[in-house]
């Protein structure tokens, strides 16, 4: 089972606006109680779930200025994920509709290799 997922934004028609979670990675925490982990693409954790399995929502996660929750409702063994974003606040009143759809492609994560000796960090960067 891969142990990471990289969120990419489904293809219109759905909201483009979503485009800039583009390469966020779902990692699964090993050891103590368990979860989930959302890690930006430097290797910063923007939020964490000690949920074990989805579904599960990633709430309130500060990207820029724009607020979001990001919510999965399938990461299969060995497959891919599938999942729903909202934007919170105002900050697209004037651009339109504020959620869509993505999918989590399994994967190693954000490189080839991860850098265990520093936990949410690769050690080569580009999408998997």
């Known amino acids: 089972m891969p142990n990471n997922w990289t969120i990419e934004n489904d293809p219109p028609p759905n909201n483009a606006s979503g485009d800039v979670l583009d390469g966020l990675e779902i990692a699964q925490i090993s050891g103590g109680s368990g979860g989930y982990s959302l890690i930006d693409s430097g290797g910063v954790q923007l939020s964490s779930t000690n949920q074990t399995s989805p579904p599960f929502t990633f709430t309130n996660v500060s990207i820029g200025s724009q607020t979001w929750n990001i919510h999965l409702t399938k990461l299969p063994d060995?497959?891919?994920?599938?999942?729903?974003?909202?934007?919170?606040?105002?900050?697209?009143?004037?651009?339109?509709?504020?959620?869509?759809?993505?999918?989590?492609?399994?994967g190693t994560g954000m490189g080839e290799e991860r850098d265990k000796s520093k936990p949410g960090k690769a050690a080569a960067s580009g999408q998997a």
């Open 78 to 106: 060995g497959g891919n994920g599938k999942g729903k974003w909202t934007l919170l606040g105002n900050s697209l009143a004037d651009t339109g509709p504020t959620d869509g759809d993505f999918t989590a492609q399994a």
